[in-house]
């Protein structure tokens, strides 16, 4: 058995049980002293760098677990950096994985204000609102999600948001949501509050400190060399904010922590006449403005759709950052005449003050969190794109908790600092992306359909530009182009064709994925999908089966040219990689893995890595283009362009090498990633241009169509395939996904059995089912796209986690996890959800999509047959037409 990176730690971990001085402490005083020193202890368990409210809450979370030997380094004061100012406000009206974060902030700042502390903590609620009946319906999928997991959001018309909010100018909004636990609270003062808790519990703070190198030992944090000298540690976090990623680069190897700050401005007035402390925060996302009550006036800010990146002269953020910041009124005026046309008592503001403080935005919007993966014990919590205050008492003890506890006791998947890869810390990269990723803070979120402009064709398939002059509109994944659909009607000429604007309702290219669909039904469809992950693993002997069978589920001491699908699982049961084995030779493996996984699940494979380093990992993913070739012709097609005789005899899940035109040594896989009968076909990229040209200029002949991702994603629903980080996720097992044939409990070990053998003689507590939409006009209604929440005789039972229409069934599908409805003091037998349960004829069940509920029927099986492949012999009556021509698809 090998012992992770977490076990490790466990065994090893030397705490100081000091207990904590925090709920003995005197809380009764209003005002924040925070001990602080110059001189530099000589050791500590944790080091911290930087001292704003995320690394604050770290700190205090942390000493209330009785960890007190900490020390939090910064080159300026405590609260001294971006947190010295923020808008204060606190949102939970946020897709579920953020609120439940923000949620304990709210709640661990309420705790502040008990115990004494003057934070300005007040619950006056916000108005969001919608001057679009796009935006309306972007408002009522959120409250769809939103209202049966615990938070209370409304819909209101114009005149019950003018009787909130009597200063608002209703005229042209169709809505708005009223969430009435929203609230404000002073970022400074918390900042301090938390400050002045963790140094009671034993947390040193050292002021005026730089950070020179951070020193590590076997890729582990050993210490930092700081200009007070040089303090060892166990762990260090990286705090540092908008110096992040600058303070990444100070160690060997380097840590990526890809972000960037944004000038971003706010608006404060003098006091206005009958403006009272409970007024609502508004949020005007058409107009890409919020605005908040502020000492009796207003302090109004934006998101701007073009933003400004800050520092763009100079090669590292200065530590008197402040005077660096203009007071750009050309930049700001088009937002500050939005909010006096939204809220006009603004207009008689007397000289209005113009602030401009920067805040770090990360690539795609979302906080980054979680131990490196270049360096072991070397934590992040930084980008909080634009609101530290929300954020940061969740944060602090969610890392909290994954440092003491050694890997997260919740999900936090989409803030995971594994998402990235070295393209996204590049700075030119940033500041292109950050100019737009602003504004996404107030876009429409159109699902599927609402791609990045900036910072795009870095990262492309050999085919990149032949599929572009064919149509392809592509979209971003971990950086790679991949084809989303084909416009069929682009002739090659002129600017490419781009995604049109965004729908709730049945999307405009939708006929092109017919088009694909069909191809893929009755002909050949071909898709690009090279930027799935591919690692090598071998070793000299025959220990990396040994040590596969250790992390796999399934077995995979398979024969030489055979292919397993296999979990690999943390010790609780849920899924830490969804992935293929090809066994090459003996000793060494290709492992095929999503997109999103190439950083992740590397570091997760390394973390389990014997010390005797007798397995090698490599990361090949750019060696091979990846295309499918699918359908029931399929077959033929590469039958005739490997000059293979008759019908190609190659059994489902094995491969064999084989020669495509003058290619050698093209990988042809019997599998698919959607369902369908045909073949991956894993080309040496040098190969790649001329293979591809291959298969469309004979497939022309067989009806061949390139496919695009879209609709590669809908046929694997219908499928029901279930996806990485949609259906699969740390808290998910197996046999709640319905993969139970992936998983062999007759092995002698694996990551995850024992938790897996307690579910199957217990019960799970959750399952995955297909349910299709039965009343639902395609041509009509809002889509389901995913989110949206599944009653069961009118009980929340369940969330969408993905959605597409069954070009088969004609009708849209999803997939959703179902529990049994929430009732107190129940036992877990109880809980235990089975296929009587979700089959019965007595339960009727319904999706709310953005406020209507459809009534939807629960499928556990894929309700269609497979299509098989047609076959090819010699007394074949196909021949190929002569053609003079080959069109553009």
């Not at 993969?739 to 799970?764: P, S, T």
Request: proline share 6%; net charge neutral; glycine share 8%.
């Amino acid at each position: 058995m090998f012992l992770t990176r977490w076990q490790k730690r466990l065994y090893s971990k030397k705490l100081s049980c000091v207990s904590s001085s925090l709920t003995n402490c005197d809380c009764t005083r209003t005002h924040s002293t925070i001990t602080h020193e110059s001189v530099l202890p000589t050791q500590a368990q944790v080091v911290i760098c930087g001292t704003g409210v995320v690394a604050n809450s770290l700190a205090y979370h942390l000493v209330e677990n009785g960890w007190s030997d900490i020390v939090l380094i910064d080159q300026g004061k405590p609260c001294g950096g971006t947190s010295h100012f923020g808008s204060g406000t606190l949102s939970l009206f946020k897709p579920i994985a953020e609120r439940n974060i923000i949620m304990y902030s709210i709640k661990l700042y309420r705790q502040l204000e008990a115990k004494g502390y003057d934070i300005g903590l007040r619950q006056c609620g916000s108005l969001n609102l919608a001057q679009t009946k796009d935006r309306m319906i972007a408002l009522k999928r959120r409250i769809a999600y939103n209202s049966p997991t615990g938070l209370h959001c409304e819909m209101l018309g114009k005149n019950e948001l003018k009787r909130l909010h009597p200063f608002l100018n209703t005229d042209d909004l169709e809505g708005g949501v009223w969430v009435p636990e929203d609230g404000v609270a002073n970022p400074q003062a918390i900042c301090k509050s938390l400050a002045k808790l963790a140094s009671e519990g034993g947390a040193h703070y050292v002021i005026n400190c730089h950070i020179n190198k951070v020193v590590t030992e076997e890729n582990r944090i050993k210490g930092v060399h700081t200009s007070r000298g040089f303090i060892n540690c166990e762990y260090f976090v990286n705090c540092a904010g908008m110096w992040a990623r600058e303070v990444g680069n100070l160690c060997s190897p380097k840590v990526r922590v890809p972000v960037y700050p944004a000038e971003h401005f706010y608006v404060t007035t003098s006091p206005l006449p009958g403006i009272g402390v409970d007024l609502p925060c508004i949020r005007d996302f058409d107009s890409h403005i919020y605005a908040r009550e502020y000492n009796s006036g207003f302090l109004v800010g934006g998101f701007e759709k073009i933003a400004k990146p800050a520092f763009l002269n100079m090669k590292i953020i200065p530590p008197d950052w402040k005077k660096d910041m203009p007071i750009d009124w050309k930049h700001f005026m088009p937002y500050w005449e939005k909010a006096m046309s939204r809220i006009p008592i603004l207009k008689d503001a007397v000289y209005p003050s113009l602030s401009n403080s920067p805040d770090t935005f990360t690539p795609n919007g979302k906080w980054i969190l979680g131990e490196t993966p270049e360096i072991d014990n070397y934590f992040v919590a930084v980008g909080m794109n634009g609101n530290p205050l929300q954020g940061a008492g969740g944060i602090g003890k969610a890392m909290a908790e994954w440092i003491i506890e050694g890997k997260p006791t919740q999900e936090h998947l989409a803030f995971d600092v594994q998402r990235f890869l070295d393209l996204h810390n590049n700075r030119m990269y940033l500041q292109e992306r950050t100019k737009e990723i602003v504004g996404r803070n107030y876009a429409i979120p159109y699902p599927h359909q609402n791609e990045y402009n900036n910072a795009r064709k870095l990262r492309c398939s050999p085919l990149f530009s032949v599929l572009e002059k064919r149509g392809a509109v592509f979209g971003t994944r971990m950086g790679y182009e991949r084809p989303l659909y084909f416009d069929t009607t682009y002739n090659g000429k002129g600017p490419p064709p781009g995604m049109p604007p965004g729908t709730f309702y049945k999307p405009k290219f939708f006929d092109f994925m017919l088009e694909e669909y069909y191809a893929c039904r009755e002909s050949v469809g071909i898709i690009d999908m090279s930027s799935f992950s591919k690692m090598q693993i071998q070793s000299q002997c025959n220990g990396v089966v040994e040590w596969l069978q250790c992390l796999c589920t399934n077995d995979v001491n398979i024969p030489v040219g055979g292919i397993v699908h296999t979990g690999m699982l943390n010790e609780r049961g849920g899924y830490e990689n969804d992935c293929l084995l090809v066994r090459e030779r003996e000793n060494c493996y290709l492992m095929v893995s999503p997109t999103s996984q190439q950083t992740r699940v590397l570091d997760w494979l390394k973390d389990h890595l014997p010390k005797d380093e007798s397995i090698q990992l490599a990361d090949i993913t750019s060696m091979y283009t990846v295309v499918n070739v699918i359908g029931p012709k399929a077959g033929a097609l590469i039958s005739e362009l490997s000059q293979t005789d008759g019908e190609i005899n190659l059994q489902s899940f094995t491969y064999k090498t084989v020669n495509i035109g003058y290619a050698s040594d093209v990988i042809m896989m019997a599998f698919t990633h959607t369902g369908e009968p045909g073949f991956c076909l894993y080309i040496p990229s040098e190969y790649a241009l001329h293979v591809y040209d291959r298969l469309i200029t004979v497939g022309f002949d067989y009806g061949i169509r390139d496919v695009g991702s879209l609709t590669q994603r809908c046929m694997r629903i219908e499928k029901f395939i279930p996806f990485w980080a949609e259906e699969l996720t740390r808290d998910t097992t197996p046999f709640e996904a319905g993969c139970n044939h992936v998983v062999k409990l007759d092995k002698e070990y694996f990551n995850g059995k024992f938790a897996l053998q307690r579910q199957k003689d217990q019960g799970i507590t959750k399952k995955l089912v297909m349910f299709i939409i039965d009343d639902l006009d395609a041509d009509k209604d809002i889509w389901a796209w995913g989110l949206e929440p599944i009653y069961r005789n009118g009980k929340f039972v369940g969330t969408v986690t993905s959605a597409g229409y069954g070009f088969t069934m004609e009708k849209l599908v999803c997939l959703a996890y179902i529990r049994r409805p929430f009732t107190d003091n129940r036992n877990r037998s109880h809980m235990v959800i089975t296929n009587d349960y979700i089959l019965s004829p007595t339960a009727k069940y319904e999706i709310d999509i953005a406020g209507t509920r459809f009534s939807v029927t629960p499928k556990i099986h894929t309700p269609y047959v497979n299509l098989t492949m047609q076959k090819v012999s010699d007394e074949s009556h196909y021949v190929p037409k002569v053609i003079s021509q080959i069109p553009s698809n």
